[in-house]
């Protein structure tokens, strides 16, 4: 199974960036798929997650700017940042916890894609 991500770049302050990130492989199911966030000297953090039939959670920091969403049909899950300031700049990792055709679950992650926010 690998996870890839697409769509960072460079945005200015008030701008908007769509995340992909699309899981391939030998996939029996997903129970969720998130983003997160690490920026240069600080900790990996939440951005965003979204549960197998939709349930969504975020931080209170991207809270109303940021939207998750998924294609179950594409396995593919989707980061809509909206809004976002120069403190939104790092490098943004999906993963993904994935039952495989062969019944072990596991989490996945990404390969990263970087997000900078000019002021």
């Known amino acids: 199974v690998q996870l890839q991500a697409s769509g960072g770049g460079l945005v200015q302050a008030g701008g908007s960036l769509r995340l992909s990130c699309a899981a391939s492989g030998s996939i029996f199911s997903i129970n969720f798929m998130g983003w997160y966030r690490q920026a240069p000297g600080k900790q990996r953090e939440l951005v965003a997650r979204i549960f197998d039939g939709g349930r969504t959670n975020y931080p209170d920091s991207v809270k109303g700017r940021f939207t998750i969403s998924r294609d179950d049909s594409k396995n593919t899950v989707y980061l809509q940042m909206n809004s976002l300031k120069p403190d939104d700049t790092a490098v943004y990792y999906c993963?993904?916890?994935?039952?495989?055709?062969?019944?072990?679950?596991?989490?996945?992650w990404g390969q990263g894609t970087l997000v900078t926010v000019s002021s």
């Open positions: 993963n993904a916890d994935i039952r495989v055709v062969a019944g072990s679950l596991n989490r996945y």
